[in-house]
């Protein structure tokens, strides 16, 4: 076991942290604008497809939403590239929300990442670079495509719903610590 280092090559306090994620983002939009290819953008998207698209499934089949189709085979639409897909037989509005805005659950893993890849690897220019390339993976692919907003929008009283169940227990906590 290797011990952190200092400074941004370490992951070692929240700046560090904050400029990773800066970085990241940049990153990911200069890969955007270079992939204009659909199967150079699969290449490079393809291991984070997969595990945005496992998010969805395993909260659709613990929500009854039984997911019926996984794929991870791109394909070109009238809006660009679709990358994967989980189409989903029984989607309400008690679960569209939870479903639609399950690859935010990758956020942790990036939190993770950050935590302890150095514990594990010298902090050299070599490992950072793939240190930035495992967070590009895991925080562009939690975030929800605007397929994902899309279903959440198609439900407007499961929205609201959550969003009053959410403020309820928030406030009800809130009460408690005080």
Known sequence: MVTSGSGIWSGANHADFFISVVLVVLIGRIKHLHCRSLW?????????????ELAHYVIALILGGQPKRFSVWPKRTAEGFLFGQVVCARI?????????????SLLPLAWLIHRKFYLYLQPTPWNYAVYL??????IENALPS?????????????????????????????????
């Open 92 to 104: 309400n509005a008690f679960n569209a929300l939870p479903i639609g805005i399950a690859p935010l």
């Open 40 to 52: 150079s953008a699969a290449l490079v998207n393809f291991v984070g497809v997969v595990f945005h």
């Open 146 to 178: 605007s397929a994902d907003w899309r279903l959440v929008r198609q439900f407007p009283v499961g929205l609201f719903g959550w969003i009053a169940v959410l403020t309820s227990g928030v406030l009800a906590w809130q009460r408690h610590l005080l």
């Open 133 to 138: 390339f495992l967070m590009v993976v895991v």
